[in-house]
């Protein structure tokens, strides 16, 4: 069983920059493919980055490429979500997710995370 929570969220201005972080309790991220998600209102929960159980490969959705950038802190047990060149169209409430044990990854459908944390509000202003 994983428990994740999402931090790090909040409000910023067009350009600016936020670090999101996702705490893991339970197991190591060694053994899960990890990945971040957004949902903004009245829209689908859709992929936004994602890493695999070794933290060697990564993958980013278009929207997202070049300006977020996601990381593992496997010594404090944390999933990063570095976010540069924020738009208006990036405010969402962004989810952390992790897949079943043993998953290699990197995963981007929705379906193949079992874990999710309880997300966290980023709001870009223009």
């Known amino acids: 069983q994983v428990q994740l929570v999402e931090s790090g969220g909040g409000l910023v201005q067009a350009g600016g920059s936020l670090r999101l972080s996702c705490a893991a309790s339970g197991r190591t991220f060694d053994v899960y493919a990890m990945g971040w998600f957004r949902q903004a209102p009245g829209k689908e929960r859709e992929f936004v980055s994602a890493t695999s159980w070794s933290g060697l490969h990564t993958v980013y959705a278009d929207s997202v490429k070049g300006r977020f950038t996601i990381s593992e802190d496997n010594a404090k047990g944390t999933l990063n979500l570095q976010m540069n060149s924020l738009k208006p169209e990036d405010t969402a409430v962004y989810y952390c997710?992790?897949?079943?044990?043993?998953?290699?990854?990197?995963?981007?459908?929705?379906?193949?995370?079992?874990?999710w944390g309880q997300g966290t509000q980023v709001t870009v202003s223009s």
């Open positions: 997710a992790a897949s079943a044990v043993g998953v290699a990854g990197p995963l981007t459908r929705r379906s193949e995370y079992v874990y």
